[in-house]
């Protein structure tokens, strides 16, 4: 599967942005999708997954209630709501495709290209 990420941009504290990945190729509704970031000199970390069906999500600590993470499986897309920004969200956004159908453990098999989104203060 390939994955195409788009949305990212610049955004002052406070706004909001939705980021988009679309995937082509077959079987995207049979595995749990991810949003990982990498800001400058940190490590990669998975902010958001969902399962297969949209059943379950997972939300990291440091975005609850701000990130919200949907899929549209008729559309072969996830997307990644993100409200009231705050400059340290500011990193390189990537979707990632998961090897099951719910969980988002172990590596993923398949990620986007990645997206900035930068947050201004």
């Known amino acids: 599967v390939q994955l195409q990420a788009s949305g990212g941009g610049l955004v002052q504290a406070g706004g909001s942005l939705r980021l988009s990945c679309a995937a082509s190729g077959r079987a995207f509704s049979s595995y749990s999708m991810g949003w990982f970031r990498q800001a400058p000199g940190k490590e990669r970390e998975l902010v958001a997954a969902?399962?297969?069906?949209?059943?379950?999500?997972f939300t990291a600590d440091s975005v609850k209630g701000r990130f919200t993470i949907s899929r549209d499986n008729a559309k072969n897309t996830v997307y990644l709501q993100m409200n009231s920004l705050k400059p340290e969200d500011t990193a390189v956004y990537y979707c990632a495709q998961f090897s099951y159908s719910s969980g988002w453990s172990g590596p993923p098999r398949s990620w986007g290209q990645g997206t900035q989104v930068t947050v201004s203060s």
């Open positions: 969902i399962g297969w069906s949209g059943g379950s999500t």
